[in-house]
């Protein structure tokens, strides 16, 4: 096994960082399984944790990448994280996930170190789970659930929590299991209180139950999120019909998403140097250098093998960026393997329908952390890309005069002269095209603008043309 060590300090960034900090898991306190519904459902209270991840391919750096950013996925949910190891294989032990013999060095390791957790780096099965956790004799999680976990910690709105809960249910499913003897419990027969004819039998078992609830549930989550997406479906259309470009903002997890946001408009999301800090997708207005308006729409970050429970529950979220009419691709240009970071963005937006047809602008961010070498290198290999830093503000008005060039084209030049009752007509003019010149006159308001086609259709309906002197 290879070793390597942990914990490098975050910088706190600001905005309700306060109120999320305000209350911080505490190391060392007990971490013992709850029986709340007689089966195995335990909320994660992560404490101090040992990782172990299987190298199958790749570089021994690669390895070690994933490793470092399972690490920060723990930070990120409150763990003091004390060790990482990793085993070379070919494939994972079907059985424990890192081998018998392994496993008995792992517990060892947990013995020596006193940790209370162990943090696999992959999916693990429901039989991998439990004879590793045997093993072990202390908690063992994996990738998923620990990225569930922070999902959980971090939602805030109704949309996003119901998404999270979904995801966790859909995780949870298949690894039910039961509480001790609770397992062969009968609902039917003399457990169902003597009910008599039609009452006896073997029935349900109590974990059958608790299996049919959570497909209950699931159904109800599912109801509820296709009907919390139809206000921000609305506001989509409205946008739409009156052609204001869309522009969303996508990329890896703690890339600097959120921070180029705030930088582009001033939106105030919160920005902070941890995983998934903003799940929430945030739509705020913006305007090129030449005062076109467009909005700019910051949606959830991505991980490498983010779990397909999240990608399904959050659907209705990533199709933000499908509806675009361009993508703001950011990648930290300071992380280890940014070209990583953009192939694992890149897979999840394969399974969004339509997100292939999307333009898309590479925004290599962290441009003041990065190594130059780093910058020219993803420069020369991604053909649409721009160099900034959202926290000095480099780069951002090449940036805007990017993003102009790229937006839909205002493709009709008017000059007609408005009656002074349609001035609702000049207002769009100047939110949704480019105004060259207002002239008022006694009759109405001479304007020369480019247009949008949907409004040079309502402007040529009431307006009268005019001859323009060059």
């Known amino acids: 096994m290879h070793e390597y060590s942990a914990l490098d300090e975050f910088e706190n960034g600001d905005m309700d960082l306060e109120e999320r900090q305000a209350l911080r898991r505490v190391a060392g306190l007990s971490t013992e399984l709850q029986d709340v519904s007689e089966v195995e459902y335990r909320q994660l209270r992560l404490e101090r944790v040992v990782l172990v991840g299987v190298w199958t391919s790749g570089t021994i750096t690669d390895a070690e990448n994933s490793l470092q950013e399972l690490r920060l996925l723990a930070e990120t949910a409150g763990s003091l994280v004390l ?277 898309e602008i590479v925004v290599i961010n962290k441009a003041d952390a990065a190594d130059q070498e780093v910058l020219d290198r993803i420069a020369r290999r991604e053909r649409d890309s721009i160099v900034v830093s959202a926290r000095t503000g480099a780069g951002i008005g090449e940036l805007l005069e990017l993003i102009e060039r790229r937006m839909p084209q205002l493709d009709h030049e008017v000059s007609l002269l408005i009656p002074y009752d349609r001035g609702d007509l000049i207002s769009r003019a100047h939110k949704e095209g480019e105004v060259i010149s207002v002239d008022h006159v006694g009759d109405g308001t001479i304007l020369h603008a480019r247009v949008l086609p949907s409004l040079h259709q309502e402007l040529e309906r009431v307006g009268k043309p005019v001859e323009r002197v060059s």
Request: hydrophobic share 35%.
């Open 83 to 359: 060790e990482g190891l990793i085993q070379r294989r070919q494939f994972p032990d079907p059985a424990t996930y890192i081998g018998s013999g392994k496993a008995l060095e792992l517990r060892d390791v947990v013995e020596t170190t006193g940790a209370d957790t162990v943090i696999c780096d992959g999916e693990l099965s429901p039989g991998q789970l439990r004879q590793l956790e045997e093993t072990v004799k202390v908690k063992v999680i994996d990738r998923t659930a620990l990225i569930l976990d922070i999902f959980a910690q971090h939602a805030k709105s109704r949309e996003g929590k119901a998404q999270v809960e979904l995801a966790q249910l859909q995780y949870l499913m298949p690894r039910l299991r039961g509480w001790g003897g609770n397992l062969s419990r009968q609902v039917g027969g003399r457990a169902a209180g003597g009910v008599g004819i039609g009452g006896r039998g073997p029935g349900e078992t109590k974990i059958e139950l608790d299996r049919r609830r959570i497909r209950e549930r699931m159904a109800k989550l599912r109801r509820q999120i296709k009907g919390m997406s139809t206000s921000r479906d609305t506001m989509r259309h409205r946008r739409q019909r009156r052609e204001v470009p869309a522009v969303a903002i996508a990329g890896y997890t703690n890339a600097g998403k959120s921070s180029l946001l705030n930088r582009i408009t001033g939106a105030g999301v919160l920005v902070e140097d941890a995983l998934f800090a903003t799940l929430d997708p945030t739509v705020r207005r913006a305007r090129t250098p030449e005062g076109r308006v467009f909005t700019i729409a910051d949606t959830v970050g991505f991980v490498r093998h983010l779990p397909t429970q999240l990608v399904e529950a959050f659907r209705s979220t990533l199709e933000e960026v499908a509806d675009a009419d361009l993508i703001l691709h950011v990648v930290d240009g300071s992380h280890p393997d940014p070209e990583g970071q953009l192939t694992a963005v890149r897979e999840v937006f394969a399974t969004i329908e339509g997100v292939g047809d999307v333009p």
